[in-house]
């Protein structure tokens, strides 16, 4: 049954791309679906890129294992939506066409601009490909019995196809047709939840004191972040973080102008809202009908919790549909991942920096598709070397070099009008090593004992997430490097300003 149901679902996503390989003809069309989504398309595909394994299978995970502290990222990755909504849709959809490194080349038009935004963008996108890749690992070899290693490769192939064959297009109907079979299952699972603690939301918070080894602490905060500023430089990474996701930027360029930007990231967050107070029932019900250690012994990073949940409430065949969304879920966030990536490399870097925009349609198109093939293989090469990482930590490091190298800059470039391009270099490059060193010091990566980390030995910066440090000196990179040159042209700002906020002269 589970195996059939996989077959569906990738039958199902084949299909999709098949036809819409046979509309993806322009460089456009590939990077961007030409354009063409409304804003209720758009807004699914957006939640359907956002819902991701993360949110899916490390959410629930982290709640069931540790009660409370999982829901930060619930709330975290809720929030950040209104930073989205408020601050960037509008004008980024009115100042770029295919990348972030679009938007600030409006004002800046320098190749080191552009080369560091790509960068950005690719090590972003491989840090959040991971999680992915590790979450549908694990998935498939406990569903399927299939080792972890051919698993990755299986997702990997797929997501390859995705993406070469039928762009952006293919890629947001996967994601569309993801997000409505996601968002049914979890709804039929919090029911289920739900109804066995008689609809009393009461009853199931007093029942959850009981229900595993940490007792009455398993409603509070302190059992997985026990130093407060740990907890404020996580959510600080999740609700800046979104708004400098490369996948989650383009996703503003697939429609026709920054009013259906807008609409989209609303209906957006009314979707995203209501997931995410269902990830409660999903870690609750996960830590009372399936215990402790039934998760910790299928996955040491709990991200099994939610197919365990199914198989607990609903049987084999529940278990194997809600497996089989959660694959589908992990197919569509990696093909977004993979093209924001492949766009970065082939739009920012080879198009107007190595070839200086005189590379013609067919060149652009052949890049992009052999720079999605060159992403794919890097990330599941990193992937099989990250299996015992719960998803949702490295979905974290993700938004905080997000928030510390691309939301700085972006912000600067719409509202300040001394801004210049050595502060553009400086904050994205700033932001992005100091979020990559302080990770590579951290508790997560050393550990004194042996199997908690990938290293043996005692962490040199004491926070999981860097997003405390690493956020402020991104802004201060930026700003350092603008006082300490030449101010830029005061012209262009007003220009730029004029455009991000009307849309006039694109």
Known sequence: MAFILFLAIVGLTLIVT?????????????????GGLTGWQNGLAIAGDYMSAASFLGIAGTVALAGFDGFFYSI???V??????????????????????????????????RGVAALNTITISIFYMIAQLVGAGLLIKLLLGLDYTISVLTVGVLMTIYVVFGGMRAT?????????????????????????????VGDMFMHMKSATPLKDSFLNPGNKYKVPLDTLS????????????????????????????RSSVVYATWLIGIFYVMTIFLGFGAAAFVGYDNIVAADKGGNMAAPL???????????????????????AVVAGLVLSAASAFAHDFYTHIVRRGQADEREQMAVARWASVGVAVVSILLSLFA??????????????????ANLPVMLFTIFWKRFNTTGAVAGMLTGLLSALILVALSPSVWAPQPGAAIFVGEALFPYANPGIISIPLGFLG??????????????????????ANTGIGR
């Open 234 to 261: 996580l959510n600080l990474a999740l609700v800046l973080g979104t708004a400098g996701l490369p996948h989650i930027l383009t996703r503003f360029f697939t429609v026709k102008d920054a009013p259906t930007a």
């Open 478 to 499: 930026a700003i350092a490097g603008t006082l300490l040159s030449r101010p830029s042209n005061e012209a262009k700002f007003q220009e730029i300003l004029v455009k």
């Open 80 to 113: 950040a939506y209104l930073v989205v909504l408020y601050l960037v849709a509008e004008p980024l959809r009115n100042l770029g066409k295919y990348t972030m490194a679009d938007m600030i080349a409006a004002r800046f038009d320098d190749k080191k601009v």
């Open 172 to 200: 947001s109907w996967v994601q569309i047709i993801k997000a409505v079979l996601l968002m049914g299952g979890t709804f039929i699972i919090s029911v289920i939840v739900f109804a066995k603690f008689n609809f009393n």
């Open 18 to 34: 098949y036809y819409a390989a046979k509309k993806t003809n322009t460089t456009s069309e590939f990077y961007t679906a030409g």
């Open 309 to 331: 949940l199914a198989r607990a409430v609903g049987g084999d065949f529940f278990f194997a549909f809600i497996s089989a969304v959660a694959f589908a879920t992990i197919l």
């Open 387 to 404: 299996q015992t990482l719960n998803v949702a930590f490295l979905v974290s490091v993700a938004f905080a070099i997000a928030a510390s």
């Open 76 to 78: 975290g990755f809720l």
